[in-house]
C-alpha cells in the first residue's frame, strides 16, 4: 500500500530515489533539434584554458567570484577567477542566462 507524505518527512529515514514527476521523452527529430530546459538555480561557466563547460550552482559561482576574481566586460571571457573544471585560475565565462 503507498500513501502519500505531504510533509516530506519520509525522505529523512529511507534510503532510495525520490520519486517525482517523470522526465518527459522526446524522441526522433525534436529530439536531435531540442536542447535540454536550463536548471534553475545554476550558471554555465566556460574556461578559456581547459575549454569545458560546466554547470555549477549559483553559491558556488558567488563564493568563486568573492574570493579573489577580477572582471573585465568588454572581452569575451571576462573573469579571471578559478575554473571549477580544471581549478586553475583562468579567464573564464559566466553564462547567466544559459
Given at each position: 500500500m503507498k500513501t502519500t507524505d505531504p510533509q516530506g518527512k519520509r525522505?529523512?529515514?529511507e534510503a532510495g530515489p525520490v520519486e517525482g514527476r517523470p522526465e518527459p521523452r522526446v524522441e526522433g527529430r525534436k529530439a536531435l533539434f531540442s536542447t535540454a530546459t536550463p536548471?534553475?538555480?545554476t550558471v554555465v561557466v566556460e574556461c578559456s584554458t581547459c575549454g569545458e563547460?560546466?554547470?555549477?550552482?549559483l553559491c558556488e559561482v558567488i563564493a568563486r567570484i568573492l574570493?579573489?576574481?577580477?572582471?573585465?566586460p568588454p572581452l569575451e571571457y571576462n573573469r579571471w577567477m578559478r575554473c571549477?573544471?580544471?581549478?586553475?585560475?583562468?579567464w573564464c565565462r559566466v553564462g547567466w542566462l544559459d
Open positions: 525522505a529523512l529515514f536548471l534553475s538555480g563547460h560546466k554547470r555549477v550552482g574570493r579573489i576574481s577580477l572582471w573585465v571549477p573544471s580544471c581549478e586553475r585560475r583562468a
